[in-house]
Nanobody, 126 residues
Framework: QVQLVESGGGLVQPGGPLRLSCAAS????????MGWYRQAPGNQRELVAA???????NYADSVKGRFTISRDNAKNTVYLQMNSLKPEDTAVYYC????????????????????WGQGTQVTVSS
């Protein structure tokens, strides 16, 4: 059974950093493209960062230059380093494996696992 467990969220002031982690089990993690989604109240879940099995990355314009996705295949874990956080980054963050066409950008990718984790809440506020 696939399990995705996100952690590391919290309350942070604008401009501050936060690092999220996602531990995956039940999948062959090392060969999967992985990504981070977020969902703010009243909004659809959106993909904000993706990383291939080889470490190639892609980001949504809204987070480019501020967020960094990385992975540790030995630990079956994907990370999201978030810097210069803004109030509009407030959301529940989820990880998932990704399927689709990488060459189409983030819009060409979709979640590969149907049972999402519980997510981790990120709140950016002073």
């Amino acid at each position: 059974q696939v399990q995705l467990v996100e952690s590391g969220g919290g309350l942070v002031q604008p401009g501050g950093p936060l690092r999220l982690s996602c531990a995956a089990s039940g999948i062959i993690f090392s060969i999967n493209t992985m990504g981070w989604y977020r969902q703010a109240p009243g909004n659809q879940r959106e993909l904000v960062a993706a990383i291939t099995s080889g470490g190639i990355t892609n980001y949504a314009d809204s987070v480019k230059g501020r967020f960094t996705i990385s992975r540790d295949n030995a630990k079956n874990t994907v990370y999201l380093q978030m810097n210069s956080l803004k109030p509009e980054d407030t959301a529940v963050y989820y990880c998932n494996s990704l399927i689709g066409k990488w060459y189409r950008g983030l819009s060409g990718l979709g979640p590969g696992v149907g049972n999402w984790g519980q997510g981790t809440q990120v709140t950016v506020s002073s």
